[in-house]
């Protein structure tokens, strides 16, 4: 059983564009992550999500929006696309008490033409 | 804010060498520290978690050790072989979030 899915697991589109990535998790953790990994491979947090609610968002532009409609689901939509969006974007999903591994979904690597 | 560093940025060695990565961190006020291994083009998979109170942990041959106060870690591979070769990435979690170092490539020559 896959703890952590993500789809889709590539995205080809063009700029200006509009795309979602969604994702699941079936370990009945409280709190969820998107992470982008740069082309150096450095992952950085984009959001987080405890029970539905947003509690990190780092500096992304506000064409990245995230949605949790359950704390088992956390989608991101991602507005006008631009080339420098290109990346692998990962979800990921832990217990928010401080002492829970992090489980991370295969990815989705989005590159924009 | 918390900064998140490994090294060496790659490393390469022989089949059979023991190794050890190396990740330090700025601030030593974690919850706990997480080794991952990521294969190319692939997620992340988790190899071992360390709690802020345990000084380390063990699976197979994998060892990773904490030290808070001084804010390292290490993951020691032993007797390495070419099926070890991938990405490694330390990350420290806060309580409500991760930072993750920037990774040490470890190609294991046969």
């Known amino acids: 059983d896959t703890a952590v899915s993500q789809t889709p697991k590539y995205l080809v589109t063009q700029m200006g564009n509009d795309k979602s990535i969604k994702c699941e998790q079936n370990?009945?953790?409280?709190?969820m992550y998107w992470y982008k990994q740069d082309s150096k491979k450095f992952l950085k947090i984009m959001f987080s999500?405890?029970?539905?609610?947003?509690?990190i968002n780092e500096t992304v532009p506000n064409r990245f929006s995230p949605k949790s409609p359950d704390k088992a689901h956390l989608n991101l939509h991602i507005n006008s696309l631009e080339l420098g969006d290109s990346a692998v974007y990962f979800c990921?999903?832990?217990?928010?008490?401080?002492?829970?591994?992090?489980?991370f979904g295969n990815g989705t690597r989005l590159t924009v033409t | 804010k918390q900064e998140v560093t490994q090294i060496p940025a790659a490393l390469s060695v022989p089949e059979g060498e023991n190794l050890v990565l190396n990740c330090s961190f700025t601030?030593?006020?974690?919850?706990?520290l997480q080794w991952f291994r990521q294969d190319p083009g692939k997620g992340l998979t988790s190899l071992l978690l360390?709690?802020?109170?345990?000084r380390e942990q063990t699976s197979g041959r994998l060892n990773a050790s904490l030290d808070k106060s001084s804010g390292r870690s290490t993951l020691y591979i032993a007797a390495s072989q070419p099926g070890d070769s991938a990405t490694y990435l330390c990350?420290?979690?806060?309580?409500?979030?991760?930072?993750f170092g920037t990774g040490t490539s470890l190609t294991v020559i046969p």
């Open positions: 990921a999903s832990s217990h928010l008490d401080g002492g829970s591994p992090l489980h």
């Open positions: 360390i709690q802020s109170s345990q």
């Open positions: 990350a420290v979690g806060t309580g409500n979030q991760f930072y």
């Open positions: 370990l009945g953790h409280d709190t």
């Open positions: 999500y405890n029970n539905k609610e947003l509690i």
């Open positions: 601030d030593s006020a974690i919850y706990n």
